[in-house]
Each structure stands twice: as structure tokens, then as C-alpha cells.
């Protein structure tokens, strides 16, 4: 099946700080979503986003299906923001299931 | 618009009891449906998918079984609960295949 690289694995900012999450993916995908996964363990949808570049507010992303890649960009930082990041595909001939990476664990201290 | 709702939150049941979680969705018709696992924290796997009433598809082998009664209504179940079905229980629906995935507030599940 389709596999799904994120990095990095963990990322300590300051307030205020800006990052870039990667997500690298092995097959051509059809979907391709980023969810922010907060301390109570609620998945909320960021961006569905299988080719192009989208922004909303201080986040936002870019997916090169070509090169098989996907970042997410976090600017300003604020300690709302973290949590756990995950990238999921689908792809690899699947049309139903979402591929998870296996996250980016974000901590942003004031 | 759409609303998952998931219950219960937290659920504590020892091995070798009976499980039953319900998913509904609200605000939309005919909707995959999706049963997922997160355990240890990270990753999610898919367990079951349903693309109609009665239409169940299993992505991997286990103690557990799905079910979609009703259009908007899927629940996932176990005969028997080993410790090892302990986890994080999320559902979640979409319009269609290839369409993006939102998802319930998940069930706590903790086997003694």
C-alpha cells in the first residue's frame, strides 16, 4: 500500500515563531488532507488538498502531486496550535481509505 | 450542515464483555461512513468503511465487526473485547470516495 513520511517527528517553537511540516507520500493519490489532532483528541480537518496551494488565516499549504510531496506552513505561532499534525492520502488504488502519517508533534510555548 | 456525533466518549469495559459504539451523521444523505483506530497516540488505520444500508467492507481482520442499520447510522461492535482493542475509536463520513473525511470526536475505549 501507499506509504506516508512526515517530518519532522517533533517541533519545539516559541510564540510567535513560523514552521514548515512535510509530508512525503510513495504513489499518486486522489486526496490528500491535513488534520490538526488537539489535546482532547478532536481531528479537525485543515485542508483537503490533492494538488495546488490553499491558505487559511496563519496556516496554509502546498501539495506538488508530481513530486509526491505536501508542506504545511504554520506562521505566527500561538500556543493554540499545538498538538499533533497528520498528513492522510488516499491513493495506491484505494478510493476509500485514508492513509495516515504518523504525525508531526508540535509544542509551542508562550 | 453536517455533524458527526459519536458515543460514549470514554468507555471502560473488561476483557471478555460485549462492545456496541454508535456513529450518527446529520445534515446529509447516503454518506460513507468510516470506522478508525488510533493506537499508542499516533496514526490512524481504518477498520471498516460502508458505502450503503448494509454494505460493510473490512480493511483488516479482527475481533471486531461494523454494522450501518439506518442511511446515516453505523456502529461498531465486539462479542468479546480483548486488551488489545483498547484505543482512541474515531468515525467519520464522507460525500463519496476520494471526497475528504471529517471526523467524529471518537470514543475512549480502555479494556481491564
Redesign the interface.
Known amino acids: 500500500g501507499i506509504q506516508v513520511e512526515q517530518s519532522p517527528p517533533d517541533l519545539i517553537l516559541q510564540e510567535g515563531a513560523n514552521s514548515t511540516l512535510r509530508c512525503n507520500f510513495s504513489d499518486s493519490v486522489n486526496n490528500l488532507q491535513w488534520f490538526h489532532q488537539n489535546p482532547w483528541g478532536q481531528l479537525i480537518n485543515l485542508f483537503y488538498i490533492p494538488s495546488g496551494t490553499k491558505q487559511n488565516g496563519r496556516l496554509s499549504a502546498t501539495t506538488v502531486a508530481t513530486e509526491r510531496y505536501s508542506l504545511l506552513y504554520i506562521s505566527s505561532s500561538q500556543t493554540t496550535d499545538s498538538g499533533v499534525y497528520f498528513c492522510a492520502v488516499q491513493g495506491g488504488g484505494s478510493n476509500y481509505k485514508l492513509t495516515f502519517g504518523k504525525g508531526t508533534l508540535l509544542t509551542v510555548n508562550p | 450542515s453536517q455533524t458527526i456525533h459519536q458515543w460514549p466518549a470514554t468507555l471502560v469495559q473488561p476483557v471478555g464483555s460485549p462492545l456496541s459504539l454508535e456513529c450518527t451523521v446529520e445534515g446529509t444523505s447516503n454518506p460513507?461512513l468510516?470506522w478508525?483506530r488510533q493506537a499508542a497516540?499516533?496514526?490512524?488505520?481504518?477498520l471498516f468503511?460502508s458505502?450503503g444500508i448494509g454494505q460493510i467492507?473490512s480493511?483488516v481482520p479482527q475481533n471486531l465487526s461494523a454494522s450501518r442499520p439506518q442511511d446515516r447510522q453505523f456502529i461498531l461492535s465486539s462479542k468479546k473485547l480483548l486488551l488489545s482493542d483498547s484505543g482512541?475509536y474515531?468515525c467519520a463520513w464522507s460525500t463519496g470516495?476520494?471526497?475528504?473525511?471529517?471526523?467524529g470526536?471518537?470514543t475512549?475505549l480502555s479494556i481491564l
Not at chain 2, 497516540?41 to 481504518?46: A, D
Not at chain 2, 470516495?97 to 471526523?103: D, I, K, L, S, Y
Open positions: 460513507n468510516y478508525y497516540g499516533r496514526g490512524l488505520q481504518l468503511y458505502v467492507s480493511e482512541f474515531l470516495a476520494e471526497q475528504p473525511q471529517h471526523f470526536d471518537g475512549r
